[in-house]
């Protein structure tokens, strides 16, 4: 039987990883396989220019160009294109399948500038528009992508889950004690410092604690954010690292007290798999997506300080209820197995 081929785009799947380019190194590791034929396609150009602007344009223009030409005479089976973004023009007979993660620029949160806004919608407007198939990442996503595109059916958009980063596989257990903190004496919250994380809620929310617990931290792990003037914190017990290689992350899960996800908006959330693979218990916002992918095996709160500030309260207090969510997250992150996020993506391959 003759293998597919696939060209699955890499464009800036950078040294730092967070979401996006966690979930493509997933999809490769899957379709790295005997079954497929896959081959990474990106603009290498551009990435020796680090600090252009819009890059994303001039990728959607190669795209539309050399990539073109290219895929006219490559003819491959099927381009996957997992983020936001795919070619306008397409050749005959090849399957273009794409990713909207989320729609986050619909509700526009602060931190995004208004042109970065506009070519976000218009590469998503592309991408409902010309894609053959349509991934996206949860159910709460689906829905709003077909709110949104009315020209689209459900049966057009396929759902594949994130799953879990290959490096949490292995670990060493005592990198976290490089950020001057204790085993299960501090709070760990993980992501970019953006103001649609809510940061600075949980932060106002530590400070309302802070007294009461006079030997537990607040650890932010994630890189910083243009928009990230609110860190400015003079709080001894803050511990702000910055990004964090893959051995430091898996182990300050593992050690933490208890991690803390007070986004107000995601497509999915990946630190919250992360955290019930790494035995460590949630507190998170009452989000539709958060409650669809964390399942039962996460503490809700109002995603304000003074919400937030009551459950921190209450999961420091209360070591049943952790041991609690640490056996339910442990049976709930079963669903985003590599072995289940592989079938999802093989069906749709067929």
Not at 287 to 303: D, K, L, M, S
Request: charge should be positive.
């Amino acid at each position: 039987m003759r293998k597919k081929t696939i060209l699955i785009d890499y464009f800036l799947n950078k040294k730092n990883k967070t979401g996006v380019a966690i979930y493509t190194d997933n999809i490769v590791a899957i379709l790295n396989s005997d079954e497929y034929t896959t081959e990474l396609f990106t603009f290498k150009f551009l990435e020796k220019f680090p600090k252009l602007k819009f890059k994303a344009v001039f990728y959607f223009i190669w795209l539309n160009t050399f990539f073109y030409i290219k895929t006219l005479l490559k003819k491959p089976d099927v381009i996957m294109c997992t983020k936001n973004i795919m070619p306008f023009l397409k050749v005959k007979d090849v399957k273009y399948i794409s990713t909207i993660h989320d729609i986050g620029v619909e509700h526009n949160y602060a931190g995004i500038s208004k042109i970065s806004v506009y070519i976000c919608k218009f590469f998503n407007y592309i991408i409902a528009k010309r894609a053959d198939i349509i991934l996206t990442v949860s159910e709460c996503s689906k829905k709003e992508i077909l709110s949104k595109y009315s020209n689209l059916t459900s049966d057009k958009i396929k759902i594949t889950y994130n799953t879990i980063p290959q490096h949490f596989l292995c670990t060493k257990e005592n990198e976290f004690q490089k950020f001057d903190i204790k085993k299960q004496k501090y709070i760990l919250a993980v992501g970019e410092m953006r103001k649609n994380k809510n940061i600075k809620s949980l932060i106002e929310a530590f400070n309302l604690i802070k007294n009461n617990y006079p030997d537990i931290k607040l650890v932010l792990v994630g890189n910083l954010h243009r928009d990230a003037s609110f860190l400015n914190n003079d709080c001894k017990n803050i511990v702000f690292t910055g990004y964090v290689n893959n051995m430091e992350l898996v182990s300050l899960y593992k050690n933490a007290l208890l991690y803390v996800f007070p986004s107000l908006y995601e497509g999915f959330g990946i630190p919250l798999i992360e955290a019930q693979y790494s035995n460590c218990p949630i507190l998170c916002s009452d989000i539709p997506v958060f409650q669809e992918v964390a399942g039962n095996g996460a503490e809700f709160c109002t995603p304000d300080s003074n919400g937030i500030a009551a459950k921190l309260e209450y999961l420091i207090n209360n070591e049943q209820r952790r041991l609690e969510l640490i056996s339910l997250g442990q049976e709930n992150v079963k669903r985003f197995s590599i072995e289940k996020i592989a079938q999802q993506l093989k069906e749709v391959l067929r």
